[in-house]
């Protein structure tokens, strides 16, 4: 099981991208629907940094979406998912049933699993 103070800097990164993948996904949409070429308010250096984010946000959003790919069990695509679509480890636990800790052993097999094809 996986507890927080215990992860790697690496584990703990990317649990912080599958948890924030919502967010991103939202934020990047909301991005691509301006058009800062065609605003006048723009500043060079703010379209500049408006398509810096859209290309960092895209490549958080294609990691987690190709961890999410990569899972090896059902199961642990479901947890991947619940959590991309922003529920947290105790309601997906009360969703299938399960107990938190064994979210977290899952969570710890993807995220294991995970570092060691990024290696």
């Known amino acids: 099981m996986i507890k927080e103070s215990e992860l790697s800097i690496r584990a703990k990164s990317i649990l912080n991208q599958i948890r924030e993948y919502h967010w991103k996904i939202a934020e990047l949409n909301r991005l691509k629907q301006e058009d800062p070429e065609e605003s006048k308010l723009y500043a060079e250096y703010n379209i500049d ?55 977290y052993t899952l969570l710890d097999e993807v995220i294991s699993h995970e570092i060691k094809r990024l290696k």
């Open 49 to 103: 940094r408006t398509k810096r984010r859209i290309r960092n946000l895209k490549k958080d959003v294609e990691f987690v979406q190709e961890l999410e790919r990569n899972t090896k069990t059902n199961l642990e695509q479901t947890i991947v998912n619940c959590m991309m679509d922003g529920m947290n480890v105790t309601d997906i636990a009360k969703l299938l049933n399960l107990s938190r800790n064994y979210i």
